[in-house]
Every structure is written in C-alpha cells, then in structure tokens.
C-alpha cells in the first residue's frame, strides 16, 4: 500500500540536512519542494504489481486526463485536478487504498490541428507538450501514480484500442455502411453529430456540410434502451444523466404503412400520434430517402433534384434545428394512400425531416404539431381538426396547431370519434396492425457511432480490403499497425485520408487468403481511445493482454470519476457503451465503467469566459511561482461551489496565503503545548470536523475551507496560543487542500512517518458537535438586570451585542458609557458604566 512506503522511509529515522528544512517563517517554495521529493524518492503514491493484486481497500478515483493539444495547462485545468485530488486524498486518510492515476488523451484532431498551426510534426510536438503537461502535473501536489500513466498515442496503447475495435467486429457491433455524415470543411474529417453545435464544427467554427460516405459505425443504437435504463441507479450529477437521456431520446409511438399510390412501394413512418391519423393531410420525404426518385413526377423532377442537392450541403444537427426557421419543401407531384381514411395524400420533400431519425417520413398533421402548421401555411395545405378540447367542436377553426392532449377528445375520426388521445393512439394501432398496417414501437433519437476519422494523427482502423474476402480484421498477434510517419499529413477536401497517400503502407497482402489488398486508411476517432482508458491504468506494464482480469475485478468499476459536463453525450455515453459491449463479450463482469460521477464547474476570469481573445486566460505557472502550489488549490476551491464554478480575481488569492500563513503560525506555536483543550473551544471543534467530513464527501470544498478559517479564527482569538489538541486537527483536515504545508505542519508537530503515510481522518463525537445553549445573567455595575441565552463558546463581542439589545439593559446605559466589560463564558456578563 502506497501510504506505508513514506512511513518506512521516514521511521528509519532519516536525517535531512539543513537545505531540507524550511525556516521557522512560511515558505511554500521551499516547503513544496521538500515534500515532493520525499514523495518522489519514496513512490509515496505508486502502487507496485503485488499492490495492485491484494488491496486492502480499493479505491479508484479518476480524473478526465488531458488533451496535450496545447503547450500547457490552463487554470480550467488545474481547478478540475485540483478538485479530484481533494476528494482522494480525502479518501486515503480515511483509510482507503486509493489509486488515482494520471494520462494522456494525445490523438486527435484538436493535437493535429495544433501541430499544422506550428508547423511541426505531431510526432514531435506532441511528446514535447505532454512533458511540459507532466511538469505542470507533478508541481500542483497531485497524488498521481506516474508509475500506472497512459499516452494513447504509444503503440503501447493503442494496439488495445485497435483490439477493442476488432473484439466489437467479431460480435457484429462493428460495421462499415454508406450514410450521410457531418463534413467540416476545414478539419477536413466526418464529424459525430454531437461534435456539431449549431451547424458549427466545435473545433474550428466551420460551417458544416453534409455527405454521404462509406465510413466505419460502432451499433450503439443497439444499447439505447440499457443505456437509458441505467441512469437510474448510477451516482452521477443529475444534469449529466438528463442530458444524457435526451440525447437517447426515447419515444413510444407506432410504425404505420401508408401505400404509394399507382405503385408497390409503401412509405413506412413512425409516430408518437397515431390517434391523429385521420388529420394526416400531406407527407414528407427526407431529401436522403430512397423513394424520392421513385415517387417523384416527370415533371418535378428538376424541382425535386435541385432542393434534395441544396439540402446535401446542410449538416445533420442543423436540420434537426429549424424547428423556429421558416419552412422549406418541395412537392413531389406524387401520392400516397392514408390507411385510415383511404384518400391520397400529397408527398412532399423538406429538409426538417431526417433520414436518420425514425424512418426518415412523417405524415404531416398540421392541425395538431407546430412544424407540421407553419409548412402548411407557407404551402397551402389543408389542416384538419381530429382532436378537440373543451367548448371546441369538430369544425372550430384552428388558428395555430392544437396540442393540449390531456383535455383533447378525438373528432372527425370516424367510429374513433369520442375517445381521448391515449384511448384514440391504443385503438386506432390495434384497428391498423388487424389489416397489416401498422404496430406498436419504440424509437430513440440515439445514432449509430461513427468512428472513421479522415486524418493523420490517430490509430489506424485495423481493417484489411481484399477483392476476394472483402473487410478482413488484422489478425491479433499483427497489432498493433503501427501510425507511420509521413511529413505530408495535411488532409485535403476530398474526402480521403492522408494514408492514403501512402502507397508503401496500405499495399499489403490479405491476411486471409494472401492476395493483393489494402489497409484501411482512415483512422478511429479520438473518442475511442477515451472509451476504455480507465481499464488500462491498473494494468499498465501488462503486455500481453488489455486489462488483467484479476486487477480489473479488484478495481473497477471507478469508484469517482470527475470531468466536465461538456462530455456527457460524448466520452460518457462512449465509455458506458464500450463498458456494456466488453461486459456482453464476456471481457468485463460490469457493465457500468463510473459509479459516481460528478461534473465540475466553470472557471471565469472578472465576470467573463476566459479566452485568448480577451487576454484574460490565467497560467498556472507563474501563480504557483508566486504563491505556491498549495495557495493555488486552496484558491481555486474557495472561488465557489466545486460543482458550478467561480470568478477568478488575482488579488483574491491573498486571503488563502493568509489563511495558511496563520495556520504556520499556530502550531509552531502549539508545538510544545500539550496543555488540555479549551473547553469553550471543544463544541467548535468538533462542529468543525462534523461539518468539514460532510461536506468535502459532497465536494462542498468552498464552505470546508470558510468553517476552518472560521475555527482557527476562534483558536487564535486574543493571540493566545493553542494547543497541540486543538490545532492537529485543522492540519489534518487542510492536508487534502494544501498537502504540502499540512505534511510539513505534521512532522513539525513531532509525528514521523508522513501525514498521507500513518495519519488518519479526525473523528467527532456528535455529542460534542451539538450546539449548547446557555444562559447568561446580564449585569449593569454588578446589579443583574436581564439575561441572554446563546451558544456556549459564543464570544465577549457576541454576548456583550446581545445584552444591548434588551430593552431593560439599554436603559440603564442611556445616561453614561460602558468603561469596562467582564465576561464570564456560560454565566454571566457584566458592563461597567461610568
């Protein structure tokens, strides 16, 4: 166990020399850097293989790792580390074996974009970068196993990201299909729809187009249902496990037929109103769907062909937006038959439709959804009532669509007439699917995951085309393809991967029947690489296998996972979704990755986002030069709630460098008092300790360090000097916040071994914590006149504001001052008047 290698190496009663030893005034520098040694030298926070075989107490804390995309942490950074170490470190001093490595998420677009924008190889800048993270890293005190670290770009790693895709292509998760994909014009690669903000790429801002290419999909469509079922016995931050819920997007309906008229062919739609079928006046095709061609009249082909190619030039999170926009279509000059009234119907084509949600048609009811009104207006065609709320009949006009279901009774709907929405949608279904068309059906909004990357700087796809055998897997014992590098690995607009460029390297021979073929020449998305990184920390050194079966059974599921809420349909559903596919192949005995996840807050600098452009983004470097690791962290968790944030103001950081300065300054001070406790001091105490293992469980981090400022106030009251009983514990409650100057406090206070290597969380006894209330006789020179009640450690300044406040008091002070005040605690005060 990690704690007890500084506790070995400090009880063999080493020596340090002078150089070691800070000086009796507060200096972080100094202090930093003495304990990150001994913490260095001795593997303070390093697991060793037999360790990570046989734990005590496992506990895995994990924090999101870093994109080395850039030269160097920010402060965004730092508060999120910062944060997860806290509740860590909190963790080991409450007993816990606690595991908290540290890596690299170093693929991706974001790392290649910033190489080209300096001109310089990713190979090279890259690992310049994650030294420099590293540096960063190592400086801010974290409690990081250096020894358990992962690069996704180490071939190392990722030939188990490569195992991971050919394990999900064994079980038919893996498949490579044509469809329309979000296309950035600049990055030059397909996009994931939720990589899309607004018709925007996230990256670079581009206005994003749409195409239609063969790319490489993970089924995560097939998980929608256990993924949404989940989320209600995880431990996550509820706005994380909606948003995530949303994106699934479920939805209960039914899939109805609707004949093309003159033809063989029927359009299929999913709804969630087939109580409104009656009302169904028109229908629209998406541009992508296959029977547009087919449907559409000689003489609105033109028509028909230019919308459907404007439209390709649109992204998919676009279109899914215009809900608000003025509506676009075109008519297809033909027909379709409603099932439930046997008239024929117009066939439109519009872009709010999509062909990726549901069946890509929807038959148009303007009476009763607000898309379906605006286009009816802006077109001209007809809107029919079939549900009425009440005092409406069957023929009042509708002025905008008429969507209260609760109320509404069904209308112009033949022997449906009279029913209410939830009776009309079971009984018009059952009416359907007795003729064979139409059923009950589930939909989700959730796609299929597209893992093909049109760029360099990523694991090649371990895919092999051959003209006979078609995609053949790489076999296993050949992993990992290895990235080459290629000076010229700027992509370009066609659509192709730099790869592909590369004659040398795709030219391979099939590994199946040995004739000519050719790798696949995209790489996988970066995402993918963040999917299963948690399962290789405690397995880092294994070589021959991803994640040993024994140490993963021993470690995971994560016991905290802390990250940004901005990857909560990104990463998260990726990881839960790989979790759950390794638990169905039999590699995993959970199917969950995180069993309590929290997202952290936003950090802002004045008022404002920070950003390059305002000037105001904060580096941690010169901060920490400055005041010191520890005053950093103390800082950032006393900006505001750890769960939503704060405002970062430079003079701010003063107040913690006091705080800790008076802490220094007390138990130097109480060292060698070993005096009983103050009992007026007691009840604070241990209020203290209760309200400080509350709150930094639930990372209320900012009102922990408000209630240990405000004790060591009450201990230093009056310049007295506190006792060893009094102080120790505020040294042990500091030491996840600022863990330099807490070890350093702990040795000073004549304890050996290490704070993080012996010491253990301080215990209250609630019946100490208990606020007492007391009643105190008020005095008016000597004569009782009043009394005040309030708690037993309150101060001469409270009881004496108290006492004032009655009215009898105040009118024997009316007619002189108080020269003097005699306070006696839990019995009486006394204002001398002259």
């Not at 190496?9 to 340090?16: I, M, T």
């Not at 929290?598 to 950090?603: C, E, F, M, V």
């Not at 505001?640 to 701010?652: C, L, Q, V, W």
Request: charged share 25%; glycine share 8%.
């Amino acid at each position: 166990m990690p704690p007890a290698k500084v506790a070995r190496g400090r009880a063999r009663g080493e020596r340090r020399g002078m150089e070691d030893t800070p000086t009796r005034n507060y200096s972080p520098s100094q202090v930093e850097a003495k304990w990150q040694r001994i913490w260095e030298e001795h593997g303070a926070n390093s697991f060793s293989a037999e360790e990570l075989r046989a734990p005590r107490s496992p506990y895995f804390n994990l924090m999101m790792f870093p994109y080395p995309s850039a030269e160097g942490l920010h402060v965004g950074n730092i508060y999120a580390f910062t944060g997860a170490d806290i509740h860590g470190r909190f963790q080991r001093l409450r007993g816990h074996d606690v595991f908290e490595p540290i890596g690299f998420d170093a693929f991706g677009i974001h790392s290649e974009n910033f190489a080209l924008k300096h001109g310089t190889h990713p190979m090279d800048l890259i690992p310049a970068n994650v030294a420099n993270f590293t540096r960063q890293l190592r400086r801010i005190g974290g409690m990081f196993d250096w020894d358990h670290s992962v690069d996704t770009t180490s071939p190392d790693y990722y030939r188990w990201t490569q195992w991971i895709f050919l394990k999900l292509f064994e079980a038919g998760l893996a498949e490579r299909k044509k469809a329309p994909v979000n296309w950035c014009p600049s990055c030059m690669t397909v996009l994931a729809n939720e990589q899309v903000e607004d018709g925007l790429c996230e990256r670079c801002d581009a206005t994003v187009e749409q195409r239609v290419i063969a790319q490489w999909f993970f089924r995560i469509s097939d998980y929608s249902q256990r993924l949404l079922d989940n989320l209600d016995h995880i431990d996550w931050s509820d706005s994380t496990r909606k948003a995530q819920a949303n994106w699934i997007g479920r939805s209960e309906g039914a899939r109805l037929v609707f004949p093309v008229a003159g033809s063989d062919d029927v359009i299929e739609v999913f709804t969630t109103r087939p109580d409104t079928i009656f009302g169904a006046t028109y229908m629209v095709l998406a541009p992508e769907h296959p029977l547009v061609d087919g449907i559409t009249s000689p003489s609105h082909r033109d028509q028909v062909r230019a919308y459907v190619d404007r439209v390709a030039a649109m992204d998919v999170v676009s279109r899914q937006k215009t809900a608000g926009e003025k509506k676009t279509g075109v008519f297809t000059g033909g027909y379709c038959v409603n099932p439930a009234t046997g008239g024929e119907i117009p066939v439109w084509v519009a872009d709010y439709v999509l062909a990726g949600y549901g069946t890509g048609a929807i038959m148009a009811v303007p009476g009763h959804d607000e898309r379906d009104f605006e286009f009816a207006n802006e077109f001209g065609l007809p809107v029919v009532r079939v549900v009425a709320g009440p005092g409406d009949g069957a023929d009042t006009p509708l002025d905008e669509a008429y969507i209260d279901n609760a109320a509404g009774r069904m209308v112009n709907s033949g022997r449906f007439d009279g029913m209410s929405v939830p009776e009309g949608k079971a009984a018009i279904t059952a009416a359907l699917e007795e003729r064979g068309l139409g059923e009950k059906q589930v939909n989700y909004q959730l796609r299929d995951w597209c893992i093909s990357r049109q760029r360099y700087w990523g694991p090649p796809i371990p895919i092999v085309y051959c003209p006979t055998c078609g995609a053949v897997p790489v076999p296993e014992r050949d992993l990992p393809v290895i990235l080459p590098r290629i000076e010229d690995f700027k992509p370009d607009d066609d659509g192709v991967s730099p790869l592909a460029r590369v004659e040398s390297w795709y030219s391979v021979d099939c590994p199946a029947c040995g004739s000519a073929a050719r790798r696949e020449t995209d790489v996988s998305d970066t995402f993918l690489d963040s999917s299963w990184y948690f399962l290789r920390y405690p397995s880092v050194g294994c070589d021959d296998i991803a994640f040993d079966p024994d140490v993963t059974r021993r470690w995971l599921p994560v016991d905290s996972y802390i990250g940004g809420n901005e990857h909560a349909v990104l990463h998260l559903m990726y990881a839960r979704f790989i979790t759950m596919a390794l638990h169905d192949i039999g590699l995993l005995d959970f199917e969950e990755p995180f069993t309590r996840f929290r997202a952290h807050g936003i950090i802002v600098k004045d008022g404002r986002k920070m950003s390059k452009t305002r000037g105001n983004v904060v580096t941690p470097d010169p901060v920490i030069e400055e005041f010191g690791a520890d005053t950093f962290r103390l800082y950032l968790m006393f900006l505001g709630p750890f769960t939503e944030g704060g405002d970062y103001r430079d003079d701010g950081i003063r107040g913690p460098l006091g705080f800790l300065r008076r802490l220094w300054d007390a138990v130097l001070r109480a060292a060698d008092n070993d005096a009983d406790p103050d009992p007026r001091l007691e009840g604070q105490l241990h209020r203290t300790i209760e309200q400080v293992t509350r709150q930094i469980a639930d990372l209320q981090y900012n009102t922990c360090i408000s209630g240990m400022m405000e004790y060591l106030n009450a201990v230093r009251a009056g310049g007295r000097t506190p006792a060893r009983a009094e102080i120790e514990p505020v040294v042990l409650m500091v030491a996840p916040f600022a863990p330099h100057i807490a070890e350093e406090l702990w040795e000073r206070l004549g304890h050996e071994g290490g704070l993080f290597g012996r010491a253990r969380w301080p215990e209250y006894d609630p019946e100490k914590a208990r606020r007492r209330i007391v009643k105190l006789a008020v005095q008016v020179n000597g004569k009782v006149r009043g009394t005040i009640e309030g708690p037993s450690e309150m101060s001469r300044e409270d009881a004496e504001a108290l006492a004032r406040e009655q009215e009898n008091v105040a009118r024997f002070l009316r007619n002189g001052s108080v020269r003097r005040v005699i306070y006696v605690p839990g019995r009486l005060i006394n204002l001398v008047v002259g």
